[in-house]
């Protein structure tokens, strides 16, 4: 397939997210960048959200992984599953109650200002590394399959793509994603069915019979049955439930879609139906991945982990396949570059500007706002290039592991507000939340001498959150607090 041709395919596909763009955000203000005026169908919010929890890590590691995990993913699935339970029936209540904007609010009214602005910060940098590890993913791959071929450097790409990402949700923020993410997730699940299809046809299999073969070679092995290894079912089904409370329910980029929809019991519905979808999407990419592998074993294809995937599609599948592998790469990159972009901006605004509560104009808000807009994406350009500079080969084992780090503090932070009345040293609150990865991270580093053949996998999020409560604990003050 001629380079020149796929970019064409890109940009085509990039003008079709300006006209509706052009079209969603007609009239939005700062409430319609924020949380969309509130007024979004919580339908079309599950369905995007989707693309969201996604984005291209998944469409590319997630079945490039299963030579060597296997269907071991489920177990993690299943775990997202009891985590998007706990948001809709926990954390939701509480968030619509207050008629939250940014979720980092809560901590302000429940523990003090420094609280606040940590979580807020803690939010920026887990979201900004998350985002742009996956985004340079997807970057990484066109630059490979497209723009070498046509002499365009690495930066030039990725200036370009954030160009387009910025134009789209300049204006409508919020509300303009919301149907973006449809559109994009619509796009990209389409692409794995017709993928999907394309190679049990190619080789002559049933869906039987795939499977057959696909546990002749091992795949189908979900659940991990040694109580030492890291991949132990009960440690990673409870990992993944607060792997998604973490990077979902105190997340303001996920958050900020559901608070978006009209009411509570809506926004529970958008939430519950997001974790059986999810449940059967990450299914059927697992599935695409045991496929993957039978047909790069039969076409002698050397690729292997997140390369997998394009060379299969790129070089030993028709053009058409090409086209919407490409079209379905790139509706899983902008979902989550997007509503990070957007995310990031409100939180910074709201939380750590505080331009809420300065008195001013809407006007000079909207500029502070749009002025933000544009330094998140400086900043999403330079991480993408450090990404390009360490080049892992397999980015869903990087992103996981580095929530472990950043995200246990949210964790530890909501925990204690939630479930004790205990008010704490606000200005201690900071040092408590830098203590505690410092401290996981020589846990993790020592862990052999720590605990011998006992592994610790993606558990390190609960005990860094752990680490978090016992030292807001410790600096909590004899008289208690209601709960905001």
């Known amino acids: 397939m001629s380079p020149v041709v796929l970019l064409l395919i890109v940009f085509a596909y990039f003008g079709l997210l300006l006209y509706v763009s052009y079209r ?42 299963v030579g060597k995990d296997n269907f071991g993913y489920l177990q993690i699935t299943l775990g997202y599953l009891i985590g998007y339970i706990i948001i809709a029936y926990v954390l939701l209540p509480l968030y619509y109650r207050l008629k939250l904007t940014s979720i980092y609010s809560y901590l302000q009214q429940r523990m003090g200002k420094a609280s606040e602005k940590t979580g807020a910060t803690i939010f920026i ?3 900004l590394v998350g985002a742009t590890a996956r985004l340079y993913l997807v970057v990484n791959i066109l630059q490979m399959t497209i723009l070498d071929k ?3 450097p690495f930066i030039a790409t990725t200036v370009i793509i954030l160009g387009m990402i910025i134009l789209y949700t300049y204006e409508g923020g919020v509300k303009t994603i919301v149907w973006t993410d449809t559109l994009q997730t619509s796009c990209m699940l389409g692409g794995l069915i017709i993928c999907t299809i394309y190679m049990l046809s190619h080789m ?16 189908t092995r979900i659940f991990g049955t040694d109580p030492m290894e890291k991949n132990f079912f009960i440690k990673q089904i409870i990992a993944g439930a607060f792997i998604t409370i973490t990077m979902t329910g105190i997340d303001q980029e996920m958050m900020q879609k559901s608070l978006s929809v009209t009411n509570l ?29 039978l047909y790069g074993a039969r076409e002698n294809v050397t690729a292997v982990g997140d390369g997998l995937f394009p060379a299969i599609a790129l070089d030993h599948m028709s053009p058409v396949i090409s086209i919407i592998f ?24 709201i939380d750590i500007l505080g331009i809420k509560n300065k008195g001013w104009e809407e006007k000079k808000q909207e500029k502070v706002r749009k002025n933000v807009h544009l330094i998140v994406a400086v900043s999403f350009l330079i ?4 990404f390009k500079w360490i080049n892992d080969s397999s980015m869903i084992g990087v992103i996981l592991k580095l929530a472990g780090f950043t995200y246990g503090p949210l964790l530890g932070l909501f925990v204690f507000g939630i479930f004790t009345k205990y008010k704490v040293k606000d200005k201690l609150v900071p040092y408590v939340c830098i203590a505690a990865p410092v401290i996981s991270y020589f846990i993790d580093h020592y862990q052999e001498k720590l605990f011998g053949d006992f592994k610790i996998g993606l558990e390190l999020l609960i005990i860094n959150g752990l680490l978090t409560f016992i030292g807001l604990w410790l600096i909590r003050e004899s008289s208690v607090k209601e709960k905001a």
């Open 265 to 293: 019991k809506d926004s529970q519905k958008n939430m519950i139906s997001l974790g059986f979808i999810m449940l059967v999407v990450i299914g059927l990419f697992l599935y695409m991945g045991g496929l993957l592998h």
């Open 150 to 152: 046509l002499g365009a």
């Open 125 to 127: 940098i887990s979201r």
């Open 24 to 65: 969603t955000g007609k009239g939005s203000n700062n409430e319609s960048f924020f949380i969309g005026n509130r007024n979004s169908n919580w339908m079309l919010v599950a369905f995007g959200m989707i693309g969201t929890s996604l984005s291209g890590v998944t469409f590319v590691s997630v079945p490039g992984a």
């Open 326 to 349: 490409i079209i379905a790469l790139i509706s899983a990159l902008f979902p989550s570059a997007d509503g990070a972009m957007t995310a990031l901006t409100s939180s910074f605004c």
């Open 383 to 386: 991480m993408v290039l450090v």
């Open 204 to 219: 002559g299999l049933s869906i039987g019979d795939s499977f057959t073969a696909m546990h002749e070679k091992g795949y």
